[in-house]
């Protein structure tokens, strides 16, 4: 008979089983056979089996590749940008709207709208708006006078058009959880400040958003590890293009894999995406954690006083 202590013990581990065994087959395993897959000559139609072992050519190959440089740029221009813009507007729009405004809640369900729209649908919506024909844009800019802009046919234009397409969907993400940590702010200090006769600004600026700044870092955090793996709208945008002035790494991943057949190679493209993610990640889990002891610290400093 197993002893009770033992069975209370061994109680977390059994309820955890099944997730872990799900990790480890769906998450695990195509993580482990894409890295080996990186270091083999492997392309579409041969069987892995029949595939000769290259060592670590196909990363020398990737490195000494201009366009991964040129992929590699572009990825960091688009999520840096996507990241600031949204950081801005999403922080931007939840303190126009944390006040009780008639309408609001309208208000609120409109904003939130394109984040609940597939990425292949806000693709189409904004390639047929940026059309040069018969787009609403530029129909828009001649109507004011203006001349028409070669949106997704110029390599001056197409980066910036699929960043604002990003900041239309994701820019409601940004302000729901802004508009959360501005709800949950103590009041006490608001009050406080208000009090101490400090202006709208300044109870921005020193209270706000020093206290909204753990929900910030993280969300922000997110939405860079969100960017960096991006494919659908871009895909269908511009699939890259011109030239190579928006493909992202996750885009030229693809475009190695199924469009050159080169599977091995793709496999070391995913693994170089896959490490730039996980330090984005890592630099989360340390901020969370240093963030975590220095509020036990000030917990514990409270209490002894």
């Given at each position: 008979?197993?002893?009770?202590?033992?069975m209370?013990?061994a109680?977390?581990?059994?309820?955890?089983?099944?997730?872990?065994?799900?990790?480890?087959?769906?998450?695990?395993y195509?993580?482990?056979y894409?890295?080996?897959?990186?270091?083999?000559?492997?392309?579409?139609?041969?069987?892995?089996?029949?595939?000769?072992?290259a060592?670590?050519g196909?990363?020398?190959?990737?490195l000494?590749d201009?366009?991964f440089?040129?992929?590699f740029?572009v990825t960091?221009v688009?999520a840096?940008?996507?990241?600031v813009?949204?950081?801005?507007?999403?922080?931007g729009?939840a303190?126009?709207?944390?006040?009780?405004?008639?309408?609001?809640?309208v208000?609120?369900?409109i904003?939130?709208?394109?984040?609940?729209?597939?990425?292949?649908v806000?693709?189409?919506?904004?390639?047929?708006?940026y059309?040069?024909?018969?787009?609403?844009?530029?129909?828009?800019?001649?109507?004011?006078?203006?001349?028409?802009?070669?949106?997704l046919s110029s390599p001056?234009w197409?980066?910036?058009?699929?960043?604002?397409?990003?900041?239309?969907?994701?820019?409601?993400f940004?302000?729901?959880?802004?508009?959360?940590?501005?709800?949950?702010?103590p009041?006490?200090?608001?009050?406080?400040?208000?009090?101490?006769?400090a202006?709208?600004?300044?109870?921005?600026i020193?209270?706000?958003?020093?206290?909204?700044?753990?929900?910030?870092?993280?969300?922000g955090?997110?939405?860079?590890?969100?960017?960096?793996?991006v494919l659908?709208?871009?895909?269908?945008?511009?699939n890259?293009?011109?030239?190579?002035?928006?493909?992202i790494?996750s885009?030229?991943?693809?475009?190695?894999?199924f469009?050159s057949?080169?599977?091995?190679r793709?496999?070391?493209?995913?693994?170089?995406?896959?490490?730039?993610v996980?330090?984005?990640?890592?630099i989360?889990?340390?901020?969370?954690?240093?963030?975590?002891?220095?509020?036990?610290?000030?917990?514990?400093a409270?209490?002894?006083?």
């Amino acid at each position: 008979m197993i002893p009770s202590n033992t069975m209370n013990r061994a109680t977390p581990y059994l309820f955890l089983a099944p997730a872990g065994i799900i990790l480890i087959v769906a998450l695990l395993y195509p993580v482990g056979y894409l890295s080996v897959a990186s270091f083999f000559d492997w392309r579409m139609g041969k069987p892995f089996a029949d595939s000769t072992f290259a060592g670590f050519g196909n990363y020398l190959w990737i490195l000494q590749d201009p366009s991964f440089r040129e992929s590699f740029m572009v990825t960091v221009v688009f999520a840096s940008s996507v990241v600031v813009l949204e950081m801005l507007l999403g922080l931007g729009l939840a303190l126009m709207l944390e006040r009780p405004i008639r309408g609001m809640s309208v208000f609120r369900t409109i904003f939130i709208l394109p984040m609940m729209i597939a990425p292949i649908v806000v693709g189409l919506i904004w390639r047929y708006m940026y059309n040069p024909q018969f787009g609403i844009i530029n129909k828009t800019l001649k109507d004011w006078g203006f001349k028409s802009i070669p949106w997704l046919s110029s390599p001056k234009w197409a980066l910036p058009s699929v960043i604002i397409a990003d900041i239309w969907q994701w820019t409601p993400f940004i302000f729901i959880l802004s508009l959360a940590a501005l709800q949950s702010l103590p009041k006490s200090s608001l009050e406080a400040a208000r009090i101490d006769g400090a202006s709208e600004w300044q109870q921005i600026i020193y209270i706000k958003l020093p206290l909204m700044m753990p929900v910030l870092v993280v969300a922000g955090l997110l939405r860079m590890i969100d960017a960096f793996k991006v494919l659908e709208v871009i895909f269908i945008m511009t699939n890259g293009g011109p030239g190579l002035s928006t493909e992202i790494l996750s885009l030229q991943i693809y475009k190695t894999a199924f469009v050159s057949w080169e599977l091995g190679r793709a496999a070391a493209l995913s693994n170089i995406l896959l490490a730039l993610v996980m330090m984005i990640t890592l630099i989360m889990f340390i901020y969370t954690k240093v963030r975590d002891a220095r509020l036990a610290r000030a917990r514990a400093a409270e209490e002894n006083y």
